[in-house]
């Protein structure tokens, strides 16, 4: 930006080595100590799972250190999506390594592992569970069984090594090392032609993780032919689209009576605020659904979608500034304020935040409303009945 000088972080910090980001003047006094471009390279040498896991847990720190600083969090966000992305590389190289020592020959299929949620829109700002998926070419006939029987075992060691740093097992078992998400190209072309053309509501909502999808290593053509699928399905049958936008519509409201925040009555949150149900999953999944329509590809992050959207879409673009503003501050809490444990900060403590916090988070939920209002009406969810 104008007015603003930026630093050139490169791999080995010597002039004309590699590129690997551009940070702000501002952001400079962070260099000192945990350096984000250190801790990739750091992560690229290491040769444990152990010594990773050290380091992972350093880039929570920066986290932490850097918005408590008032850095942008869309900086930190992609910051921290880059740590993610370096570990997983590293998790495969040492896996595929460890393989070959035991017999396994690697198979002539190419192969692209996936990340899926939030990792998938880069917006993981804290560990939370794992999401990912891995998509090979398709081999001969002769190699079938060899190809799925290595891909298998690559995608268990990469995910067993991703929850020794910390990254909790998905519930729904939404991970690589579950033999249904390691599946060949036409296979994975099936699920989302499945997904589309003969969309069923309960299978649709658990599948909405997979559009977020976002390449992280290998070959990313596979994940190019799997996004003009998408979109080539979604251009034939808008109803899963309608479905999708019904689903977005229908998450419980943030405030009640009297513009009051909706907390949490029962349970080990009472007293507490769903900050991902009631704030964030509206607004992501309200974008998400214009983004299949729109084809927009190949980004998934819930703000570079907006934006792009919005720059032709003046519909969009009257809401986006509140928007944008709303998401940036709902990731911000949920690092700063929100609760820990189990919860990865979903929960929000309002008795840590400031009266005049308060007020602007409830100010900023009238746009998320005009977002789902939007989505309403486009998609004439009150004509269908589906409101």
């Known amino acids: 930006r104008r007015g603003i000088r930026h630093l050139c972080i490169t791999e080995d910090g010597t002039p004309g080595s590699a590129v690997i980001g551009i940070i702000s003047e501002h952001d400079v006094v962070l260099l000192h100590g945990n350096n984000p471009a250190v801790l990739a390279r750091e992560i690229a040498q290491t040769e444990d799972v152990a010594g990773l896991a050290r380091l992972r847990e350093r880039g929570d720190e920066l986290v932490t250190q850097y918005l408590a600083r008032g850095i942008n969090v869309r900086f930190v966000a992609d910051m921290i999506a880059e740590i993610n992305d370096a570990l997983v590389a590293r998790l495969i190289a040492l896996a595929e390594r460890r393989l070959e020592a035991g017999g396994l020959v690697k198979p002539a299929s190419n192969y692209c ?23 090979y070419e398709d081999p001969a006939e002769s190699e079938r069984e060899q190809t799925a029987a290595y891909y298998g075992r690559l995608a268990s060691e990469v995910t067993q090594g991703l929850a020794s740093c910390g990254f909790a097992l998905c519930p729904g078992n939404n991970m690589a090392s579950n033999p249904e998400w390691c599946q060949p190209l036409s296979i994975w072309k099936e699920y989302f032609r499945k997904w589309i053309r003969v969309p069923k509501e309960e299978a649709l909502l658990n599948a909405a993780t997979f559009f977020d999808f976002r390449p992280v290593h290998g070959d990313f053509a596979l994940a190019h032919a799997l996004r003009e699928c998408i979109t080539g399905e979604l251009a034939s049958d808008r109803t899963a689209l309608i479905l999708l936008a019904k689903n977005a519509a229908h998450n419980p409201p943030a405030t009640g ?12 949150h009472d007293g507490l605020f769903d900050l991902k149900l009631r ?20 980004l998934t992050g819930t703000l570079d979608r907006i934006e792009r959207m919005a720059a032709d879409d003046r519909s ?13 501050l709902f990731m911000r809490y949920r690092v700063l304020y929100g609760s820990r ?9 309002l008795r840590k935040m400031s009266v005049q916090e308060l007020h602007r988070l409830k100010y900023l939920f009238s746009s998320v409303s005009s977002l789902v209002k939007l989505v309403q009406v486009r998609y004439q969810l009150d004509a269908l009945g589906l409101r």
């Open 279 to 298: 704030a964030m999953k509206p607004v992501t999944e309200a974008v998400r659904v214009l983004a299949l329509d729109r084809g927009v590809h190949p």
């Open 316 to 328: 969009i673009e009257c809401i986006r500034p509140d928007i944008v503003e709303a998401y940036e």
């Open 341 to 349: 444990g189990e919860d990865a900060g979903r929960y929000l403590d």
């Open 113 to 135: 592992w996936l990340s899926l949620g939030s990792d998938g829109r880069r917006e993981q700002l804290i560990q939370t569970d794992q999401d990912s998926a891995l998509v």
């Open 257 to 268: 009576l009297w513009e009051r925040l909706n907390v949490e009555k029962k349970g080990p």
